[in-house]
């Protein structure tokens, strides 16, 4: 199976509405990404004090916890919209959900059991360089620029491990009781889950009806160019902090 991409058309070539339309997106997606940063993978101040004083095994908590961090993540929601935005077939949806799914899955839950974690600043520059890359892929740039279109699946598993590595490292921060970690690990991952397919639902929704509309293929690049900047403006705000903290 083969995604469908966009030919890069030259900014000198573009119409004055669509510039102007790709400013305003852009700008609107960077006011959104700057509004919280708690949202991307860190855990709200109160649901982090109720994960450090409980203890034993609390699945429905953890259930819970794990759905909102997925169905609030925007840069998960960026990203996963990248995956499917050229995506029609739902089998091929479910393909790659999948994959990024084994992904995420796998850092996360190995990464807090084994204690592995990773600076965050670092791993969320990482995410916000997958959201990055995704626009480009969709937009033809690889093709255009190395001759050749990159493996699209293994490049969904691989930004799911670092995207599963984002979470895991917060987690460990938060001092999990390993009285009951596994199965409170294992809830929170359904949970993930739950609230990915959430996410992914209100997408296809909402891209169902904007590809039936005669916008859907004039305003394809726009979309994807900013989304491309909300990428690098997560990336430029995470090593700011990085370098100054």
Known sequence: ??????EVMPDRHRPTWQRTSLFLMATTILLFACANQALAHAVAEGDKGYIQEISGVNLIPFMYLGAKHMATG??????LLGVIFFLYRMKH????????????STTMLLGVYFNVGINSYIID??????VVYKALDNIGAFQRWLGFQPNTKVATVVFGLFHGFGLSTKIIEYNISPDGLIPNLLAFNVGVEIGQLIALGTILIAMSYWRRTASFWR????ANVAMMCAGFILIGYQLTGYFVS
């Open 93 to 104: 949806i479910a393909l790659y959900v999948t994959l990024f799914a084994i992904g995420h």
């Open 219 to 222: 305003h394809a690049y726009t």
């Open 1 to 6: 199976m083969r995604e469908r991409s966009l």
């Open 74 to 79: 925007y840069d998960h929601i960026l990203f």
């Open 125 to 130: 520059a990482i995410i916000g360089l997958s």
